[in-house]
C-alpha cells in the first residue's frame, strides 16, 4: 500500500492501480473508519462512507457518467457518514429501514458528541461535535446474504456476518479472492461490546471466516490482511470468548 497522503480533511492511499483508500486523520482514531474505492469496467465500487463531517463526494474521482455503487457494511455513525452524498446507496437489509431517518440512537452519532478529542482539527470555524448529525440516506438496494453487487468485471458475493452488529455484511469477490470486510473483522481491537453486539453471533461469524478463501481483506479499520492472517484473528477472538464457542 502506497504512504497515506493528507489533504485538507480526507487522506488517501493507493492500494494497487484499482484500489484507493480513504480515511479521515483528523478523527478520534475509535471512530476512524477505512473508505475503499475499487474502481470496475462498467461501475465503481465505494465501501462505506466516514463520517461525513466534510463532504466526501468530491475526494472520488470516478469519471462522470460512470456509476458509483455505495455500500454501507453497517449502520453505524464512522461508516455511513456521507451516504447521503450518493444516488446509488446500498446497506443491510436487516437495518434498511433505518437508513430512512439515521437516528442517533442507531448510529451511535451520540457517542459522539462528548467524545474527548472528537477531532484533532476543526473541519470548519465554529465547528462542535454536539452538533453532529448523520443525513437520511435511505437504500435504493437493500442487501442480504447471497446477493451479487456487479461492477462488470467482477462481482461481490454479499455474506451476513452479524456479531460486532447484527446488519454487519462483508463483499466476496469469490473470483478474485478479494474480500471487504466491513467491521465483521478487521487487523485491530474487534468490538463487540456495543449496546446491539452479540457475542455469540460473533463467534459463529468467526468460525465462517476461518474458511473463507480470501486472499486479501480490506477491513474498516487497521491494515489490510491476507487470508492466514484474518484466520489467526478469527481464532484468536474464538480463544477470548471461549464460553460463548462452547454454548453454540
Not at 475509535?30 to 463526494?57: E, Q, S, Y
Not at 462522470?64 to 453505524?76: D, E, F, M, R, S
Not at 454536539?130 to 456487479?150: H, Q, W
Request: charge should be negative; hydrophobic fraction near 40%; proline fraction near 6%.
Amino acid at each position: 500500500m502506497g504512504e497515506l497522503a493528507v489533504g485538507d480533511w480526507f487522506g488517501k492511499a493507493i492500494v494497487d492501480a484499482g484500489t484507493t483508500m480513504l480515511t479521515e486523520p483528523f478523527v478520534h482514531d475509535f471512530v476512524r473508519a477505512n473508505i475503499w474505492h475499487l474502481k470496475g469496467r462498467d461501475a465503481d465500487l465505494l465501501v462505506d462512507t466516514g463520517m461525513g463531517i466534510c463532504p466526501l463526494a468530491p475526494e472520488i474521482d470516478t469519471p462522470a457518467g460512470k456509476p458509483l455503487i455505495v455500500v454501507a457494511t453497517h449502520i453505524h455513525l464512522d461508516h455511513v457518514g456521507s451516504l447521503h452524498e450518493f444516488p446509488l446507496r446500498m446497506g443491510p437489509k436487516v437495518s434498511a429501514a433505518q437508513f430512512d431517518g439515521m437516528d442517533d440512537a442507531v448510529t451511535y452519532a451520540y457517542m459522539f458528541h462528548n467524545l474527548e478529542g472528537a477531532v484533532s482539527k476543526l473541519p470548519a470555524p465554529g465547528w462542535k461535535a454536539t452538533d453532529y448529525r448523520i443525513p437520511s440516506a435511505p437504500l435504493t438496494r437493500a442487501l442480504d446474504e447471497g446477493d451479487i453487487v456487479d461492477l462488470g468485471d467482477r462481482k461481490f458475493r454479499v455474506l451476513h456476518l452479524p456479531g460486532h452488529s447484527p446488519d454487519s455484511i462483508a463483499l466476496f469477490d469469490e473470483a478474485d479472492g478479494l474480500f471487504f470486510a466491513g467491521d465483521a473483522i478487521y487487523d485491530g481491537m474487534l468490538i463487540d461490546d456495543l449496546p446491539d453486539s452479540d457475542r455469540a453471533a460473533y463467534c459463529r461469524t468467526m468460525q465462517r471466516l476461518r474458511d473463507l478463501p480470501i486472499r486479501i481483506g480490506h477491513g474498516g479499520h487497521g491494515p489490510s490482511f491476507n487470508g492466514q492472517r484474518m484466520r489467526e484473528i478469527a481464532s484468536a477472538y474464538l480463544r477470548r470468548r471461549e464460553r460463548f464457542v462452547s454454548a453454540l
